[in-house]
C-alpha cells in the first residue's frame, strides 16, 4: 500500500512539474519568475521529473510547433493522423530525440526564450540518469515493502512517467471528450475533474486560450495546477499579473472561433524571430 502512495504522490507531482515548468513556462510563458526562483524550478522539474525528465527546450519546441500546426499533418503528434497511441508517442519521441540532440535545427519561431541548464539538460540527462532514478525509486520500493507485482507492472510505469503523461494528453486530450469552442483543431476537454494530469487534459480550452494559466473555462472545470499556480502568485514567488485570462464560453453553445482570434504560434508568447 505504502509503495503505491509514493507511486501515487511521484505521479502527481511529477505531472505539476511538467505542466507548472516545462509546459505553461518554458513553452508558453504564460507567467513570470525571477532568476533564482526560475533555477529552483529548473532543478525541481529535472529531480522530480527523474528518469523521465523532459529537456525544456526541446518539449518547448515540439510544443510550440503542437499549437501551430494542431492536428494538421505538421502537428509532431495528433491523434487524428494516427492510429493508435504508440504509432503517435515513437513519432514524437523521434522528433524529440532530434530537437534534443541538435539532429534538426527547428523553425526560428519555435527556438528561443527558454531557460538551458546544460549540466542538467545535458550532461545528467540521458540512460545513465535514467538507469539511477529508476534504480532508487526501486531502492524506495524495496524499503516500503512492495510486492512482486509492484516490480513488474508499477515500476516500469514509474520510470516512464513523463511520455505516459504525454500520451494520456495529447492522444486523449484530441480525441475524448467534449468542446467548448469551436477550434480548428480536435482539440477536447476529457475529464470534468482532471485528477490524472493536473488540469493538461482541458485542451479544448487551452488551445482557445494558449496563453491563459487557468485551463479551466466554465466554474466546474477546476485546473488543480493553477490552483498551486494562484498560491505561489499569492506568496510573490511568481508573477500573473500580465497573464491572459481564460474566458467563459456563450452560454449554451459552443463558441464559434474567427479566424484572427483563432491560437496561433503567436499565442506562445514568443516572437516569431526575424
Ligand atoms: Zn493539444
Ligand atoms: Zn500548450
Same mark, same amino acid.
Given at each position: 500500500?505504502?509503495? %503505491?502512495?509514493?507511486?501515487?504522490?511521484?505521479?502527481?507531482?511529477?505531472?505539476?512539474?511538467?505542466?507548472?515548468?516545462?509546459?505553461?513556462?518554458?513553452?508558453?510563458?504564460?507567467?513570470?519568475?525571477?532568476?533564482?526562483?526560475?533555477? %529552483?524550478?529548473?532543478?525541481?522539474?529535472?529531480?522530480?521529473?527523474? #528518469?523521465?525528465?523532459?529537456?525544456?527546450?526541446?518539449?518547448?519546441?515540439?510544443?510550440?510547433?503542437?499549437?501551430?500546426?494542431?492536428?494538421?499533418?505538421?502537428?509532431?503528434? #495528433?491523434?487524428?493522423?494516427?492510429?493508435? %497511441?504508440?504509432?503517435?508517442?515513437?513519432?514524437?519521441?523521434?522528433?524529440?530525440?532530434?530537437?534534443?540532440?541538435?539532429?534538426?535545427?527547428?523553425?526560428?519561431?519555435?527556438?528561443? $526564450?527558454?531557460?538551458?541548464?546544460?549540466?542538467?539538460?545535458?550532461?545528467?540527462?540521458?540512460?545513465?540518469?535514467?538507469?539511477?532514478?529508476?534504480?532508487?525509486?526501486?531502492?524506495?520500493?524495496?524499503?516500503?515493502?512492495? #510486492?512482486?507485482?509492484?516490480? %513488474?507492472?508499477?515500476?516500469?510505469?514509474?520510470?516512464?512517467?513523463?511520455?505516459?503523461?504525454?500520451?494520456?494528453?495529447?492522444?486523449?486530450?484530441?480525441?475524448?471528450?467534449?468542446?467548448?469552442? $469551436?477550434?480548428?483543431?480536435?482539440?477536447?476537454?476529457?475529464?470534468?475533474?482532471?485528477?490524472?494530469?493536473?488540469?493538461?487534459?482541458?485542451?479544448?480550452?487551452?488551445?482557445?486560450?494558449?496563453?491563459?494559466?487557468?485551463?479551466?473555462?466554465?466554474?466546474?472545470?477546476?485546473?488543480?495546477?493553477?490552483?498551486?499556480?494562484?498560491?505561489?502568485?499569492?506568496?510573490?514567488?511568481?508573477?500573473? #499579473?500580465?497573464?491572459?485570462?481564460?474566458?467563459?464560453?456563450?452560454?449554451?453553445?459552443? $463558441?464559434?472561433?474567427?479566424?484572427?482570434?483563432?491560437?496561433?504560434?503567436?499565442?506562445?508568447?514568443?516572437?516569431?524571430?526575424?
Amino acid at each position: 500500500m505504502a509503495t %503505491v502512495i509514493f507511486f501515487l504522490v511521484h505521479w502527481q507531482a511529477s505531472v505539476f512539474f511538467q505542466s507548472f515548468f516545462q509546459h505553461r513556462y518554458c513553452a508558453h510563458r504564460q507567467f513570470a519568475m525571477g532568476k533564482r526562483t526560475e533555477k %529552483v524550478a529548473h532543478f525541481l522539474a529535472w529531480f522530480v521529473g527523474g #528518469s523521465s525528465y523532459l529537456t525544456p527546450r526541446a518539449y518547448a519546441v515540439l510544443h510550440r510547433m503542437h499549437h501551430a500546426y494542431s492536428d494538421t499533418p505538421k502537428d509532431p503528434h #495528433s491523434p487524428v493522423h494516427h492510429p493508435n %497511441v504508440f504509432k503517435m508517442m515513437w513519432r514524437t519521441k523521434t522528433i524529440y530525440q532530434d530537437l534534443r540532440l541538435g539532429r534538426v535545427v527547428p523553425e526560428a519561431r519555435f527556438d528561443g $526564450e527558454v531557460p538551458s541548464w546544460p549540466l542538467l539538460d545535458q550532461k545528467l540527462n540521458g540512460w545513465g540518469t535514467t538507469f539511477t532514478f529508476a534504480a532508487g525509486y526501486a531502492g524506495i520500493y524495496a524499503l516500503l515493502g512492495a #510486492s512482486w507485482w509492484m516490480y %513488474v507492472f508499477l515500476l516500469p510505469l514509474h520510470i516512464g512517467l513523463g511520455p505516459i503523461h504525454g500520451a494520456i494528453v495529447n492522444y486523449f486530450g484530441h480525441k475524448l471528450g467534449y468542446r467548448n469552442f $469551436e477550434t480548428k483543431d480536435s482539440s477536447r476537454n476529457t475529464l470534468v475533474f482532471d485528477v490524472l494530469t493536473m488540469g493538461e487534459l482541458f485542451q479544448n480550452n487551452h488551445h482557445r486560450f494558449g496563453q491563459s494559466p487557468n485551463f479551466g473555462a466554465r466554474a466546474y472545470e477546476i485546473d488543480p495546477c493553477y490552483q498551486v499556480m494562484r498560491l505561489l502568485g499569492a506568496m510573490k514567488i511568481i508573477d500573473m #499579473s500580465g497573464s491572459q485570462k481564460m474566458k467563459l464560453p456563450a452560454k449554451g453553445k459552443p $463558441e464559434v472561433v474567427e479566424e484572427e482570434s483563432a491560437p496561433s504560434i503567436a499565442a506562445t508568447g514568443v516572437e516569431p524571430a526575424e
